[in-house]
C-alpha cells in the first residue's frame, strides 16, 4: 500500500534520490534491498510499501533520472543569456555528469544493461529526443545558418554531436581533458570563427 499524500510523495522521491546513488556504487546485480533501505534511512519492510521489488525501485529510478535529465537540457537549451556555445555545452554537461559521470565509472555497463533489459527502449528514446532537442536547437539558435549550402541538417549535426560524446568518454583522460574535448565538438559542430 503506497502512500498518496504529500508526505508520501516527497518521501518516495527521497527513496529514489537515495537509491540511485546505492546502485551507481555498487551496480545494479550487487545493490541488495537492506542496501537501498539503509540508503532512504528506514527499514527494509517499509521499503516495500513504496516499491515491491528492486527492480521495481530501479526502473523509477532510471525514469526519474530521464526525465530531471532531459528538464534541465531543455533549460540549458533555451536560456537566453549565455552565448549558443555555453547553452550546447551546460546541454552536454548534464547528459554526460549525470548519465555516465564525468568519465564512465565501473558499474555504467551493467547498470546500462539493467536499464536495456528493465526498460526495454526507453533509453534509445531517451537519446532519440535528446537529438531531436539538439536539432531544434540547431534550428532556432542560428548555428543552420552556418551551414547553409552544405547539404547538412540540423538533425545530421545532432546526430554528429551525440555521436561524438561516445566516442569522447573511450579516450580517457581527466575530467578537465573531457570537458575540453566536449567545448571542441561544440566549435566544430557550431562552426565557431566562421
Known amino acids: 500500500m503506497v502512500d498518496s499524500t504529500e508526505a508520501g510523495a516527497a518521501r518516495r522521491e527521497s527513496i529514489l534520490q537515495a537509491a540511485a546513488g546505492v546502485f551507481r556504487r555498487y551496480g545494479f546485480k550487487k545493490t541488495s534491498?537492506?542496501?537501498?533501505?539503509?540508503?532512504?534511512?528506514?527499514?527494509?519492510?517499509?521499503?516495500y510499501l513504496h516499491f515491491a521489488t528492486k527492480e521495481e525501485l530501479f526502473?523509477?529510478?532510471?525514469?526519474?533520472?530521464?526525465?530531471?535529465?532531459?528538464?534541465?537540457?531543455?533549460?540549458?537549451?533555451?536560456?537566453?543569456?549565455?552565448?549558443?556555445e555555453d547553452?550546447?555545452?551546460?546541454?552536454?554537461?548534464?547528459?554526460?555528469?549525470?548519465?555516465?559521470?564525468?568519465?564512465?565509472?565501473?558499474?555504467?555497463?551493467?547498470?546500462?544493461?539493467?536499464?536495456?533489459?528493465?526498460?526495454?527502449?526507453?533509453?534509445?528514446?531517451?537519446?532519440?529526443?535528446?537529438?531531436?532537442?539538439?536539432?531544434?536547437f540547431f534550428q532556432t539558435a542560428g548555428v543552420m545558418t552556418r551551414w547553409k549550402g552544405e547539404g547538412i541538417s540540423a538533425k545530421d549535426l545532432a546526430l554528429q554531436l551525440h555521436a561524438s560524446l561516445h566516442g569522447l568518454k573511450y579516450l580517457g583522460g581527466s575530467p578537465a581533458e573531457f570537458r575540453d574535448r566536449k567545448r571542441f565538438a561544440i566549435k566544430l559542430v557550431c562552426r565557431t570563427g566562421h
Open 87 to 136: 547553452r550546447l555545452f551546460e546541454a552536454l554537461q548534464v547528459l554526460t555528469s549525470e548519465a555516465m559521470g564525468e568519465l564512465a565509472d565501473e558499474h555504467t555497463a551493467e547498470l546500462l544493461a539493467a536499464s536495456k533489459q528493465l526498460l526495454g527502449p526507453v533509453l534509445h528514446d531517451f537519446e532519440n529526443s535528446f537529438v531531436a532537442d539538439l536539432a531544434k
Open 33 to 47: 534491498m537492506d542496501d537501498l533501505a539503509r540508503a532512504a534511512q528506514m527499514s527494509r519492510q517499509g521499503l
Open 59 to 84: 526502473k523509477e529510478s532510471v525514469l526519474r533520472l530521464l526525465a530531471t535529465m532531459r528538464s534541465a537540457i531543455q533549460a540549458a537549451l533555451a536560456r537566453r543569456d549565455i552565448a549558443v
